[in-house]
Structure formats: structure tokens, C-alpha cells
């Protein structure tokens, strides 16, 4: 079974950067999915980023295209997110989701929080 822990959450300013951290445990295989989503107060979650366990190929929402990088972490078994140019519409509970080649994300992690301020 496999198990997604998010960190690096945190309070940032407008413009500032962050990079949130996946920690995956668990039996991965190539072509198993893991991504991004995003769900803000009062709105419905979102797809963010997502990239493939083995060829790292990746896919983003028109809305972070250009300013956030999802990628494998090399010195760990995990992805992050890389968010550059932050802005107040970035805040919401980001969640790690994983899934296999063709179905649909099941397995989940708790969310890690991001706040922009203005």
C-alpha cells in the first residue's frame, strides 16, 4: 500500500517562492501517476501538476504552467513542488495524490497548507 506525506507548507508574501515535499513509501511501478492537487476555502479541488513515477514526464494546470516544476526528488523517494512566483490565488491545502497508469487517484495525503499574503 502505498503511503504520501506532504510537508512545507507555510505562510509566504506575494511573489515569494516555496517547495512543497511528497514523501511516497510503498511499491511504485513506472508508470503510476503522482500528482498535485489544491482545494481553497469554499471552492472544489483542483488538479495542479502531475508527473509519471518513470519516465518524469509531466502535466500542469494552465494556471501554474510557467511558475511551478513538479519533479522526482533524486536524494529521496518522493516529488516536490516547486512554486515560484506566488500570488494570494495560490493558497489553498495542497494535497499528494498517487495512481496507477490508468485510474483514477485513490490514495491520498493529509495536505499541507500554503497561505499568500498580499
Known amino acids: 500500500q502505498v503511503q504520501l506525506v506532504e510537508s512545507g507548507g507555510g505562510l509566504v508574501q506575494a511573489g515569494d517562492s516555496l517547495r512543497l515535499s511528497c514523501a511516497v513509501s510503498?511499491?511504485?511501478?513506472?508508470?503510476?501517476?503522482v500528482a498535485w492537487f489544491r482545494q481553497a476555502p469554499g471552492k472544489e479541488r483542483e488538479f495542479v501538476a502531475q508527473?509519471?513515477?518513470?519516465?518524469?514526464?509531466?502535466i500542469y494546470a494552465d494556471s501554474v504552467k510557467g511558475r511551478f516544476i513538479i519533479a522526482r526528488d533524486n536524494t529521496k523517494t518522493g516529488v516536490y513542488l516547486q512554486m515560484d512566483t506566488l500570488s494570494p490565488e495560490d493558497t489553498a491545502m495542497y494535497y499528494c495524490?498517487?495512481?496507477?497508469?490508468?485510474?483514477?487517484?485513490?490514495?491520498w495525503g493529509q495536505g499541507t497548507q500554503v497561505t499568500v499574503s498580499s
Open positions: 508527473i509519471r513515477w518513470g519516465a518524469r514526464t509531466t
Open positions: 510503498g511499491r511504485m511501478f513506472s508508470s503510476d501517476r
Open positions: 495524490t498517487q495512481a496507477s497508469s490508468s485510474g483514477d487517484y485513490k490514495i
